[in-house]
């Protein structure tokens, strides 16, 4: 397996502890429905959606949970590559139903496939197919969510990102929740505060948004994950930008637990993170 599944790797890495922190949280965000089905998406490609989708699949697989990891991205898909399992067949495969024959529901076991990690299995993107949006928004592909649900503990599926095609922000609909992958230094905010309207303009719920590969000066940490706290820390913070001038880059939503994890991430990105990962 590849070094990047750090969870596994190295347990005891500050990193790895920031995932099981991740999971915790996501365990604890929702106490009345059981959160079974977890999309990850982020803005561009590279913002690190399949390194926190396997890491967290990694970590709900460590706590004892039966987990089933779907690599969605059929374009760019690389997780048989991290879990070195086979590239196909996989999702692509399963959802044009070229393998049926007649009118026999397909079996899903032939696509998932185990992997070195116990309690964790994989279904792979499979074959790049000429139109992976309109297989991962079809009735099968809910169907497929469904069925997995009643033989595992989580589904969590590395997604697609949101500026180039809509498929994450329309399966943000199906799915229990959904989380974001940012990118210090990378990810814009105009592009991080327009997928997040767009998942709450289709009724998705959203977890949070994980600030990824932060600039190191130390190993020290490496993740950064925001939800929607109710602190007043964040209610100041709030309230101080409500009185800023510019206001061009902010995107507002209606629900307040969503425009907090905004008001965080942008606050975050406005300020002067250099020195805060020292040793
Ligand atoms: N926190 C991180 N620290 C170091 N490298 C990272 C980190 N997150 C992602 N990467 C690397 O960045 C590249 C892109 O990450 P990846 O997870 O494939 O992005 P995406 O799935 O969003 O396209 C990969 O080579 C990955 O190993
Ligand atoms: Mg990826």
Redesign the pocket.
Known sequence: MKK?LIVHKDPKAPVSEIFRTLRTNIQFMNTTKKLQTLLIT?TL???????VASNLAVTFAQAGKKVILIDA?MR?G?LYSIFEVSPRPGLSNYLSGIDREGEEEIDISKYIQPTQINNLLLIPAGNIPPNPSELLISEQMSNLLEQLKEVCDIVIIDGTPCELVTDSVILSRIVDTTVI?SAAKETKKDSLGRIITNIKNVGGNLAGVVI??IPLSSKKY??RYYYGSKSSKSKTKRSNKETDSDKTNKATVSDEKTQDILDQINSYMEEDHSGEFEE
Do not use: T
Not at 45 to 51: C, L, V
């Open positions: 990047e982020s490609p590279g913002e690190g959606k399949s390194y991205d760019k690389r992958v990824n590969k490496n993740e």
